[in-house]
């Protein structure tokens, strides 16, 4: 059994218990169940998170080291150029706002999902998630 089966496993587990734990004591309420297996997505987007992981990547592949150029054949794949295209028109897009002012002014909520994706994007962070943890994820790499 691989981990990933191992994983669901433990999270039917925990949710059958829980739905027995209720019926036992006649309650109403199912139970919240907490998924620690999902990663803690603010925690991995702090600015002391992120410097570590690059650190690693830098001690493990060097400074001359271009991901986007990394593929079996030498050169750089389809999806690699797409990728660096969506993240050159990110950094554009995402220079057309000023994010500390929006960020002081509680004006992020009045974004788009796309918009707050443009910051994201840009610098090199997770844009997965609902909006307000896109917003949490940028407040917390702008240290607010």
Not at 1 to 14: F, K, W
Request: aromatic share 6%; charged share 30%; glycine share 4%.
């Amino acid at each position: 059994m691989d981990i990933a089966n191992s994983i669901i496993l433990v999270c039917c587990l925990q949710r059958h218990y829980a739905v027995l734990q209720a019926l036992a004591l006649d309650e109403d309420d199912m139970p919240k169940i907490n998924d620690e297996t999902l990663p803690d997505e603010e925690g991995m987007a702090r600015p002391g998170v992120v410097k570590a992981v690059e650190e690693f990547k830098l001690s493990v592949y060097g400074e001359n080291y271009d991901e986007e150029s990394d593929t079996s054949n030498g050169k750089a794949s389809d999806a690699s150029k797409k990728r660096k295209t969506t993240a050159e028109n990110a950094a554009k897009e995402s220079a057309n706002y000023n994010w500390p002012d929006l960020a002081d002014n509680v004006q992020l909520k009045d974004l788009t999902v796309t918009e707050l994706k443009y910051y994201l994007t840009a610098h090199n962070l997770p844009v997965t998630g609902k909006k307000e943890v896109l917003i949490s994820r940028i407040l917390t790499h702008l240290g607010k």
